[in-house]
């Protein structure tokens, strides 16, 4: 059945968040705070979420840009088609980061050039682009977390074009374990499927690459998920040193 939002068979539907999670999510930005009740108001009025299970397509690739998009729960890809019909996930994208800021800040809305998967069940919240460009006409710290978020985004669209150009299997791995890829502190425990469609490698190459890791304390393997154990010793490996 089509999705009313998009158009698309079997897309999830875009619903008005009156519930709590999107809200509360938006009060943790930092640049939030710093805005009028009026504007506050507004943008909580005018938030909207999308939520699909493991598996599902979030945002079709050809869809209208509705907005700038943050993932509240789960962990979603970034996946583009070549013109034979194959796949490539090129960006994993964790609960607490926005996404897609691509597409909003051109001044005339476009068509998204990607499908957003949901990697896990996942929900999305979508800033609508009125809202989004109002603040990037009148709040400095929207403005100065957008351009730290430009930054952080230039900066894995290059470690992931090294990586997948120059570096071997267990590079990729360690690339998309560490920190390059994944900001903060934050340990995303990945299962060894997520990390496979990340690193654009076969189960059997990760399982292999992934007990050579285990041998080495990089690693452990518990519950169908990879923890890190020695994050100097992943990227070490990482960048060949």
């Known amino acids: 059945m089509p999705d009313p939002a998009t158009g698309f068979p079997g897309a999830s539907m875009l619903v008005r968040d009156a519930s709590r999670p999107g809200e509360q999510f938006l009060r943790l930005q930092p640049w939030f705070g710093a805005l009028g009740a009026d504007l506050q108001h507004r943008i909580v009025e005018g938030i909207s979420t999308v939520q699909a299970a493991k598996g599902e397509v979030l945002l079709h690739a050809g869809a209208e840009v509705l907005g700038w998009y943050a993932v509240l729960t789960g962990l979603v890809k970034l996946q583009s088609a070549s013109a034979d019909g194959r796949r490539q996930g ?29 990697l896990r069940d996942s929900e999305l919240l979508c800033l609508p682009r009125t809202l989004f460009h109002e603040l990037r006409a009148t709040s400095l710290p929207f403005c100065h977390m957008l351009i730290d978020h430009l930054n952080m985004r230039l900066g894995q669209g290059m470690a992931i ?13 360690a690339m998309y374990l560490g920190r390059a890829l994944w900001r903060g502190s934050r340990s995303m425990a990945l299962s060894q499927e997520e990390l496979g469609i990340l690193a654009a490698l076969s189960r059997q190459t990760v399982n292999r690459v992934l007990k050579d890791f285990e041998r080495r304390k990089l690693v452990s393997l518990e519950f169908g ?17």
Request: hydrophobic letters at 45%; proline letters at 5%.
């Open 225 to 241: 998920r990879v923890h890190i154990l020695d994050e100097a010793g992943l990227k070490a490996v990482a960048f060949g040193q």
């Open 90 to 118: 090129f960006l994993g994208i964790p609960a607490g980061e926005w996404f897609g800021e691509g597409s909003v800040l051109k001044p005339k809305a476009e068509l998204r050039r990607y499908d957003v998967i949901a």
């Open 161 to 173: 074009i090294e990586t997948m150009r120059l570096r071997s299997p267990e590079q990729r791995v």
